[in-house]
């Protein structure tokens, strides 16, 4: 089993609406979980981090942790053309704590259709 | 801001020559980390320092080393480049702590031939 998993994609959701990424990992003590968006071709870039239970808004931007069932998503509203891009998940697992390296999913590839 | 620079954006090299890729931040974080990104494998963690002339091994360290003489510099060096090395190569640096996001370089795509 992979350590962090995501829905490759694409995934593609119309202009307006709302896009909905999952991640799933496996090692149920990991404490900090990370949202970054990565463009063709660009380097990721840190869009949501959360480190308890529950929702975080930010802007259009919601990222949701459910430590119980060990998913973290990111909800996009009103998804816009530019929103399309690769988006990774990241968490720091237990074994990491002291170097705080991340674990990253392989990313879930989104188009947003005008 | 945060700024973590990288030498060169794109780099092509001969077989069996030595590469070296420069990460330089200016953030004075105590982390750097070097990684490479290839299709459907994702981002995988090739070498990581946590201090000065500090450094540990990723998941795929072998046919790299590293050099972390100065803190905010982080050198990672193909001894003999190979045709299986071309990648983009990405540099990110954080501070200490559990909720330390890193913040990532602009990359070097870099062609062994």
């Known amino acids: 089993q992979k350590e962090v998993e995501q829905n490759s994609g694409p995934l593609s959701v119309p202009e307006g609406a709302i896009a909905s990424l999952n991640c799933t990992y496996s090692?149920?003590?990991?404490?900090?979980f990370f949202w970054y968006r990565q463009y063709s071709g660009k380097s990721p870039e840190l869009i949501m981090f959360i480190y308890s239970n529950g929702d975080k808004e930010d802007g259009r931007f919601t990222a949701q942790l459910n430590k119980a069932s060990q998913y973290v998503s990111l909800l996009i509203r009103d998804s816009q053309p530019s929103d399309s891009a690769t988006y990774l998940c990241a968490v720091i697992p237990p074994s990491s704590f002291g170097n705080e390296k991340l674990t990253f999913g392989t990313g879930t590839r989104l188009t947003i259709i005008p | 801001d945060v700024k973590v620079t990288q030498s060169s954006r794109y780099l092509v090299k001969r077989t069996g020559e030595k590469v070296f890729l420069e990460c330089v931040q200016d953030?004075?974080?105590?982390?750097m980390f070097w990684y490479r990104q290839d299709p459907g494998l994702g981002l995988r963690l090739i070498y990581f320092?946590?201090?000065?002339?500090?450094?540990e091994k990723g998941d795929i360290p072998e046919g790299y080393s590293v050099s972390r003489e100065k803190k905010e510099r982080f050198s990672l060096i193909l001894e003999s480049a190979s045709t299986n090395q071309t990648s983009m190569y990405l540099c990110a640096s954080s501070f200490d702590g559990a909720r330390s996001e890193q913040y990532f370089g602009p990359g070097t795509r870099l062609t062994v031939t």
């Open positions: 090692d149920r003590g990991s404490q900090s």
């Open positions: 953030m004075d974080h105590e982390n």
């Open positions: 320092s946590y201090d000065v002339k500090m450094k």
